[in-house]
């Protein structure tokens, strides 16, 4: 009944990405929607739904209580880096794309993928921790992800740290978050217009998130998806190691058992979609990215049920 009902959850979500598949296959949709979605899921929609949540969600003393949690996504995303550091050497993954295997063994899909997800499993409780994992998996991104893709390519090699990486790691969904922070934080209530339009805009955060990862997989053509080593590895990182990794941390910490669900589904979402935009842009192997970022994609879908029927058998 689990699994049905989980599967239930996720069928909405289906059938808006593939509602933007088709749109993007009949023509109406193209690389110029896919970057206005992205903008407006990013620098509107998110931000202003993470105000709205938390403010309508939280009291200062409930808040401080979870901030703690952030530990854990930290801990668990770079022991899953490590790891996929050690699986590319022992399988003998190519030179040429080594790098782009690091990064997206470890890096999951948060936003446009984790956060309509979790809505749809556990509803708007678990807003804040999702922001929590999405803090950490974002700094990591943009410095070790970022770090990693550049060794591939022949572009300019970033530092590790710089104060590029530091306007990515603080971007709007993250001034959002903070700013809704700052309004518990203060007992400050937001006039009921301001509270009302942040809510509408935040709902258009899950459909144009699903239209975007529609018109991401339409262009990825079959052919080019072959079954390897590399793809046996990552799909093994996003849906095993790194869950399991997030599970064995979450013993060292006590937590609501709400939060350690959401970091585990979290930590099982498909690969970041920014990297294979980054890998092109660092002149790395960008087809390889966006060939794993559509194969985890669809498994995730597959997968997620079955953690949810996991959940509940050991009442995790």
Same mark, same amino acid.
Request: hydrophobic fraction near 50%.
């Given at each position: ?13 289906? !059938? ?54 952030? #530990? ?7 022991? *899953? ?21 690091? *990064? ?6 948060? #936003? ?38 550049? %060794? ?45 339009? *942040? ?18 997989? *339409? ?18 990182? %996003? ?32 690969? #970041? ?17 966006? !060939? ?13 049920? !079955? ?10």
């Amino acid at each position: 009944m689990t699994f049905v009902n989980s599967v239930a959850s996720i069928l909405s979500i289906i !059938v808006m990405i593939f509602l933007g598949y088709a749109l993007t296959r009949k023509g109406i949709f193209n690389d110029t929607t896919a970057k206005v979605f992205t903008t407006m899921v990013l620098k509107v929609s998110l931000p202003a739904y993470m105000i709205w949540n938390l403010t309508n969600t939280f009291t200062e003393e409930s808040l401080l209580s979870l901030i703690g949690g952030i #530990i854990i996504p930290f801990m668990s995303i770079i022991a *899953c880096y490590v790891v996929g550091s050690l699986i590319s050497k022992l399988i003998g993954v190519d030179s040429k794309h080594q790098g782009v295997f690091n *990064c997206l063994f470890f890096v999951s899909n948060t #936003i446009f993928i984790g956060l309509p997800i979790n809505l749809s499993l556990f509803g708007e409780k678990s807003i804040p921790y999702v922001l929590l994992y999405y803090i950490a998996n974002t700094s990591l991104f943009w410095t070790l992800g970022i770090y990693s893709i550049s %060794r591939d390519g022949s572009g300019p090699k970033p530092t590790l740290f710089s104060l590029e990486t530091l306007k990515n790691i603080i971007s709007p969904p993250l001034m959002g978050f903070l700013a809704g922070l700052v309004l518990v934080m203060a007992d400050v209530k937001l006039p009921s217009f301001l509270a009302e339009s *942040c809510k509408y805009l935040g709902s258009c955060t899950t459909p144009l998130s699903m239209l975007f990862i529609g018109i991401s997989m *339409c262009n990825v053509k079959s052919s080019e998806i072959k079954l390897s080593k590399d793809m046996i590895a990552i799909v093994f990182g %996003r849906f095993i190691a790194a869950p399991l990794l997030v599970f064995l941390f979450s013993l060292l910490l006590p937590m609501p058992s709400l939060m350690r669900e959401v970091f585990i589904v979290q930590s099982a979402m498909p690969i #970041i979609t920014s990297a294979s935009i980054i890998s092109k842009a660092y002149n790395a192997d960008y087809k390889y990215a966006a !060939v794993m970022t559509t194969v985890t994609t669809i498994i995730a879908m597959i997968v997620i049920p !079955v953690y949810m029927v996991l959940f509940n058998y050991l009442n995790v």
